[in-house]
């Protein structure tokens, strides 16, 4: 049996005033973590035994799709140089030399590591399908740690890697995934919702993101009640028809005189148009980095309605880019031949047409000035901007793609319902990798006809972290922030057992006999044996998170003890004798219900 008076949980009454989130407040006041440093944190006992009993749940859900491996943190550089990832990875990546010179790095993931042993092992479509899984420590040189566990430099994660022969196979690879995601996150007593998200430096083509709704979620998710659902970097929507102006003069560019107009809202009022019909230009400079390690800067130009927003990652994808910034004065002078403000389409040189020369730029048009005619743009010129602009006439581009954020309360792309824009945090996130790194690598297999083939791949990921922090989140919003109580799968205890005061030795010998009962009934119990008040008891009890609270007070003399429902927020007196029954009932229910709903 657990008592609370022989245990290490240094409950603090107020959080750290560093301390951001709620889950980041909670997490030090319940003990359950210190800091060591930016981004890297100790797990104490209660979280210990939290973040054990989530390994627990994902590592059976697993094992029932595939087998565990356990990789080395450390990897040589070479293995991430034949996947093109050595430079790609950039900053992120801790790298670091041994005594002999040679360079190596702590993995953030491990996508070339299942690899080479795949393209060291695997000879034969009869070894295919195969998935390997592993829970392991991982690193991130995050620049900006914050939020607790939320970002962080050292982390805990699942993740797991598919091979198969065909697309067909690594489609079913994928569906036992998303699966396995579902039963494992129902298990834990999360409310989540699965999104189309983007592959980001993983690379692949379908990429599905496991949510929770939060306000400390560094994600916008766009939802509507028809089910849709997509993180903003996917997210597209449907856009009424705009009203068009009518051109003035012969209907073709008019350059009007537009003193100190530089902002759209200012642009819109001086003509008396929505912002929707006028053409917003945002200048970047692309970067990639070469083969040598170089850093390669490429001029990118976006257009885009005036009441939309880019989103950069659609626009790094479809330009082809790894990052993005701001174009300064000079760039502006150059391929532009203006200044911020004034800034617009008209006299560009635009890829590929113009290859060669020197002030040539990718030209990236969104698909919302598809079809659009008689708009306002700037003239490249001080002050001053053109009216009857019409896309395809006056100007030409690269490319026409959604580059833009969907805007709150917009039709959904399926069933037109309105929108909704909300915050949330990341709990998994699963690839269909495709070739991109068995094919780089080298790895190959015999298909049934003797014929060598690349087989194709899959890759997902579990932040197991952040399935304790969404938890707590989650619970703390419900209950205003004060508390938490986590899901008894997941809680370090199903149950505290607090006596209330353990100098009368009726109250002692009450709580030591419904404790053991409750041990014997199979139950995670911790006996508060501590002599302190009973309100410091109770607010303990309740910051540590522990979904059910038996007191054992006044009420023992008439054969009654005070049972506390943390999760459903409930309370009410019990028989002595039987309420060991009754609770244990009632957390067997509890983790039986998450099972069958995991199930469905």
């Keep these: 049996m657990h008592r609370w008076s022989q245990l290490f949980i240094p409950t603090l009454r107020e959080a750290p005033a560093d301390a951001e989130v709620a889950s980041h407040k909670l997490l030090l006041r319940a003990g359950y973590v210190r800091q060591l440093g930016a981004g890297i944190y100790s797990y104490l ?77 695997l000879r034969s479509y009869k070894q295919l399908p195969q998935i390997w899984y592993q829970i392991q420590t991982k690193f991130r040189d995050e620049p900006r740690p914050k939020s607790g566990l939320l ?29 396995a995601y579902r039963r494992i996150f129902t298990r834990c007593g999360l409310q989540f919702v699965a999104v189309e998200a983007d592959s980001g430096a993983m690379g692949g083509s379908a990429s599905q993101e496991f949510m929770v709704y939060t306000d400390a979620g560094e994600d916008l998710i766009a939802s509507s009640a028809s089910g849709y659902a997509a993180n903003l970097e996917k997210a597209t929507s449907q856009l009424p028809p705009v009203t068009e ?65 880019v989103n950069e990652t659609k626009l790094c994808a479809v330009a ?53 005619k008689n708009m306002v743009g700037g003239a490249n010129k001080l002050d001053y901007h053109f009216r009857n602009i019409t896309p395809g006439r006056d100007f030409t581009w690269t490319q026409a793609a959604d580059i833009r954020n969907v805007n709150e309360g917009e039709p959904c792309p399926i069933s037109g319902q309105p929108l909704k824009v909300a915050k949330a945090v990341e709990i ?66 199903h149950v505290v057992v607090t006596i209330t005061n353990v100098g009368d030795a009726s109250l002692l010998a009450a709580g030591e ?54 999760l459903e927020n409930l309370t009410e007196n019990l028989p002595l004798n039987d309420v060991a029954a009754q609770v244990s009932g009632k957390v067997t229910s509890a983790l039986h219900n998450s099972l069958a709903a995991a199930a469905l």
């Excluded at 430099?153 to 079913?172: N, V």
């Excluded at 053409?279 to 009441?307: H, Q, W």
């Excluded at 009962?517 to 501590?530: I, M």
């Excluded at 009973?534 to 023992?556: E, S």
Aim: proline share 5%; net charge negative.
């Design 428 to 493: 998994g996130h699963i690839f269909k990798l495709g070739y991109k790194y068995s094919r780089s690598m080298g790895a190959s297999v015999l298909n049934r006809d003797g014929k060598e083939v690349t087989p194709i791949m899959g890759s997902y990921g579990i932040g197991i972290e952040r399935i304790l922090t969404a938890a707590i989140e989650s619970s703390a919003a419900a209950s205003g922030g004060a508390s938490y109580a986590l899901h008894p799968a997941i809680a370090p205890f």
């Design 320 to 372: 082809g880019v790894s990052e993005l910034r701001p174009m300064v004065a000079e760039e502006l002078a150059l391929y532009f031949e203006g200044p911020a403000g004034y800034l617009g389409p008209i006299g560009l040189k635009v890829l590929p047409a113009a290859k060669g020369d020197p002030r040539a730029t990718t030209v990236i048009l969104d698909k919302g000035l598809e079809g659009r």
């Design 45 to 121: 006992f209660l979280g210990n035994r939290s973040v054990n009993k989530i390994i627990a749940i994902v590592r059976e859900e697993m094992d029932r799709i595939g087998q565990e491996f356990l990789l080395p943190a450390l990897n040589p550089k070479e293995v991430w140089e034949a996947s093109g990832r050595w430079t790609g990875m950039g900053d992120n990546m801790f790298r670091l030399k041994d005594r002999k010179g040679a360079e190596l790095c702590l993995a953030m993931t491990h996508e070339e590591i299942m690899t080479d042993i795949a393209r060291k092992e």
């Design 151 to 179: 970002r962080v430099r050292q982390f805990i994660m699942k993740d797991a890697y598919s091979f198969d022969i065909d697309e067909a196979g690594l489609d079913e690879s994928y569906k036992k995934h998303d699966q």
């Design 513 to 566: 006999q419904v404790a053991a009962a409750l041990e014997a009934a199979g139950l995670d119990v911790l006996l508060d044996d501590r002599d302190e008040r009973a309100g410091v008891k109770f607010k303990d009890a309740d910051l540590v998170g522990i979904p059910y609270r038996i007191n054992i007070g006044r009420g023992v003399a008439e054969g009654k003890v005070e049972f506390v429902n943390r």
């Design 245 to 309: 102006m009518e051109p003035t003069g012969d209907g073709l560019p008019e350059l009007v005189h537009t003193p100190g107009k530089a902002a759209i809202a200012d642009v819109a009022e001086f003509f008396k148009i929505s912002p929707a019909s006028d053409i917003k230009t945002v200048a970047y400079m692309g970067r990639n980095t070469s083969s040598d390690d170089k850093t390669v800067e490429v001029p990118v130009i976006a257009f885009l309605r005036g009441d939309h927003f």
